[in-house]
């Protein structure tokens, strides 16, 4: 189980040592250490973003499809590679083997490949003004900085790499030191692929190595992936130096389901909803609305299916669910099920757990206050609430001070468009769940994010727009 990497940091195009402290890597699980890093010093973090900025303006000098070339030889490397990069993926989060080969590499690849053909179809606007005219131009930002999750780093070191390198800028990535494995993979790749030095590198640590990176002065633009908390803080500092800022945050999202919803494909959404990846998903649809006419029999299926969930070792391709990423972050779970019972919620299935696996858990008679209702979990931990008609679902989906996902089930798509118009959440899926094509924008509203990953929309947080105003004859002046 070594997964020991040639060096902590990717700075400047090469393996560099951290001059921090250590960084132990376990494998979810056993427990058992995989790798030993360390933490980035400020000094490397800032020789990081000077790397990048001196890097960067002949890279944003480039025709975008030359850009493009890179991005689309570094995705056919990773999906050369994917059974490789999904075993390392797995020894890095404890997902199970079958979740990672589909899931998450292949992910990142797409978000390559897509942005290498988009990016060179970019183009300004010509504006006509009778004599004069004017026109605009699509320019890269600079230097960015990209901080990700722990529950897919490696997608997500992905989707913030591609529309950032595809327009030109340069992007310092901090992975979270959960999981820091894979993209310093990514480093590799890209490199290997024809990346110029310095235009993309990792930097390991914990909060005071984002800190530093999110300060640095080369710093126009920050992404960040991870919890309202730290997005706050994070958001604030970046407000001190006017940065471009992308931030896609937590979730309790609503799933809506109907009494005329197809039973079998809304039991289905709703395990997906909760329980894939080990309910470790910012988008889950944790809160599940059941009108009451088919709440029993949604229960009942509900149940059905989840006892036959394989929960196990992550490396057995037949295993479903696998264990959480941390003992810390499976008593956080322990607690919140606990919290859920002592309020009186009735315990469908599942419960505590033990040792690094959390069973899938299902809550039933909950109430709106309760805080397995409030509360993000980010675990295996579902919570129904009974609603009786249309309006009073919308209006309890959005009492809520998050608003990144929200999903209905139906077969009367008039009722579908309309309860989904009315709902606030940034991304919502109708008789669909936590599908996230790199062609459809992804992002939150309200607590759960600013900005946009993926698709076009991805464009505009990863590039600023220059007005130029051409004048074809004398100037006249007042005076």
Not at 275 to 281: D, E, N
Not at 283 to 300: A, E, K
Not at 334 to 357: K, T
């Amino acid at each position: 189980m070594n997964a020991q990497p040639a060096a902590s940091l990717f700075i400047d195009g090469r393996p560099v040592e951290g001059e921090g402290a250590l960084l132990p890597v376990h494998y979810p699980y056993t427990g058992e250490e995989i790798a030993s890093l360390r933490q980035a010093s400020a000094a490397q973090v800032a020789a990081a973003c000077r790397a990048a900025a001196r890097a960067q303006p002949a890279w944003a000098a480039l025709a975008p499809v030359e850009r493009a070339r890179v991005l689309s030889r570094a995705a056919a490397l990773i999906r050369e590679r994917n059974e490789e990069l999904s075993r390392l993926e797995t020894l890095d989060t404890g997902k199970p083997i079958q979740e990672t080969l589909v899931a998450d590499w292949e992910s990142g690849a797409q978000a390559l490949e897509f942005f290498a053909g988009l990016g060179p179809t970019v183009t300004g606007q010509m504006i006509p003004l009778g004599r004069d005219w004017a026109y605009t131009r699509r320019e890269a930002l600079g230097v960015c900085a990209g901080i990700g999750a722990w529950n897919y780093p490696s997608q997500i070191a992905c989707w913030k790499a591609a529309p950032a390198l595809i327009m030109g800028n340069a992007m310092v990535f901090k992975p979270s030191e959960e999981t820091p494995l894979g993209a310093l993979k990514l480093a590799g790749i890209l490199a290997e692929a024809g990346l110029p030095a310095g235009i993309f590198s990792v930097v390991q640590g914990r909060a005071e190595v984002g800190a530093a990176l999110v300060a640095d002065p080369h710093v126009a633009k920050v992404s960040l992936t991870g919890s309202v908390p730290t997005g706050r803080r994070v958001y604030a500092a970046a407000a001190e130096g006017m940065r471009h800022v992308t931030m896609e945050l937590g979730g309790k999202s609503p799933l809506i389901v109907f009494e005329d919803a197809e039973l079998e494909d809304a039991v289905g959404a709703a395990i997906l909803a909760n329980f894939y990846s080990s309910g470790q998903i910012c988008s889950n649809g944790t809160r599940v609305f059941l009108q009451d006419r088919i709440r029993q029999p949604f229960l009942d299926r509900l149940t059905e299916r989840l006892r036959q969930i394989r929960i196990g070792d992550p490396l057995d391709p037949d295993t479903q669910l696998g264990p959480i990423v941390s003992p810390a972050q499976a008593a956080q779970i322990r607690q919140a099920i606990a919290a859920g019972q002592a309020a009186g919620a009735r315990l469908v299935c599942g419960g505590a757990g033990e040792g690094a696996f959390v069973p899938p858990t299902v809550f039933a008679d909950a109430t709106d206050d309760m805080a397995i209702t409030r509360d993000e979990i980010f675990g295996p931990v579902m919570t129904t609430l009974a609603f009786e008609d249309e309006e009073e679902a919308i209006r309890r989906a959005n009492a809520t001070g998050f608003g990144l996902a929200a999903g209905v089930f139906t077969r009367d798509l008039a009722r579908a468009h309309r309860v989904v118009a009315r709902l606030e959440a940034g991304t919502c899926w109708i008789n669909a769940y936590n599908l996230t094509p790199v062609e459809m924008p992804f992002g939150g509203t309200k607590l759960s994010g600013i900005g946009r990953e993926n698709s076009a929309a991805a464009i505009e947080h990863y590039s600023q727009l220059k007005s130029v105003y051409v004048g074809m004859g004398a100037v006249e002046a007042p005076y």
